[in-house]
């Protein structure tokens, strides 16, 4: 009879424990290729409640076209969602840059990233001195605390004296981020982290910063008040640019998605156009996404609006 009765209060506690469970979010790690849809369809076995995961999650979801392998995302219970119409979810609109060409370009600032810390020789693997996808690599700590499943952002400093070609002057820092990783371990003055995402290899020396998603570019915004600046250097060294390639110009404070367009004196013929991926206090790292022929370092770059005064 004991015997029954002490079965009777375990079933009751595991149901109790159950309903607790139920009740709340699920921690779940993004896996390579997942997307909001496919998450649905696993927890709730339809895509159409996809929803529901981005708003659980819009803290750091900013798009919900974009997550990333590693990410931990909060998923709603199941009982909670159901009940939910999710026929009036529509699949989440496509940006019409990956977050990867946001982040991975190069820019100039002359207010660097906060440095949290920096890759450390003291490698997790002796025999590895670079890194690249879902590596592990050791940071030593600096200014700012981290915490297991921090995502972080590697960036490396090109040239701390990046000088303006026509001017000569001191433009700012010339920057690359490298890398997005998260942290697994946390101990002392040293943080473990695995990269998740990576456009070139992880090295020694290399800076650790928080990682923020960029908005995302949706559409194109031609009417961008009067902006008149230079081409002042290409991706990786380039003299001559091609479709698709990388242009930093000298005009700071602009919006991703803004346009500007190269042209040619004294016609105003417009060779290319540039649309803004970063921006900063001091330039902007632009995409070439239209090009009529070739243009070189010190070509003029202006807004529509400054091209329709003249």
């Known amino acids: 009879m004991q015997r029954k009765a002490l079965v009777w209060i375990i079933a ?3 149901f109790f424990a159950g309903v607790s469970q139920a009740g709340k979010h699920q921690r779940y790690v993004v896996r390579e290729g997942d997307t909001l849809w496919t998450i649905s369809q696993r927890f709730y076995g339809s895509p ?7 708003e659980s999650n ?7 076209h974009w997550i990333y392998p590693g990410e931990v995302l909060l998923i709603p219970p199941r009982e909670e969602v159901l009940g939910k119409p999710a026929v009036k979810m529509k699949k989440p609109g496509k940006p019409l840059f990956t977050w990867q060409m946001q982040v991975f370009v190069p820019y100039i600032t002359r207010h660097l990233p906060k440095e949290y810390g920096y890759v450390s020789k003291e490698a997790f693997d002796p025999e590895k001195t670079l890194y690249s996808k879902w590596d592990y690599f050791n940071v030593r700590l600096v200014d700012g605390a981290v915490n297991v499943d921090d995502t972080l952002l590697v960036y490396r400093v090109l040239d701390r004296d990046f000088r303006h070609p026509l001017t000569d002057r001191w433009q700012g820092y010339l920057v690359k981020n490298l890398a997005v990783a998260k942290v697994v371990k946390v101990k002392g003055g040293m943080a473990l982290a695995q990269v998740l995402v990576n456009s ?23 009417d961008v008040g009067s902006v008149q600046a230079k081409v002042i250097t290409f991706e990786e060294g380039k003299t001559q640019p091609l479709l698709g390639d990388i242009a930093l110009v000298d005009a700071g404070g602009l919006q991703p998605g803004d346009v500007l367009f190269v042209y040619q004196r004294p016609w105003n013929k417009v060779i290319a156009e540039l649309v803004v991926l970063k921006s900063t206090d001091i330039a902007s790292t632009c995409y070439i996404n239209k090009l009529n022929r ?5 070509a003029d770059v202006a807004s529509k609006a400054l091209l329709e005064m003249r």
Do not use: A
């Open 12 to 14: 009751i506690l595991l």
């Open 48 to 54: 159409l409640y996809w929803y529901f995961v981005w």
């Open 58 to 64: 819009k803290d750091k979801v900013k798009n919900p």
């Open 200 to 222: 070139e290899s992880v090295m020694e020396g290399d800076v650790v910063t928080v990682f923020r998603m960029p908005e995302p570019i949706y559409k194109l915004n031609y």
């Open 294 to 298: 070739g243009f070189e370092i010190g």
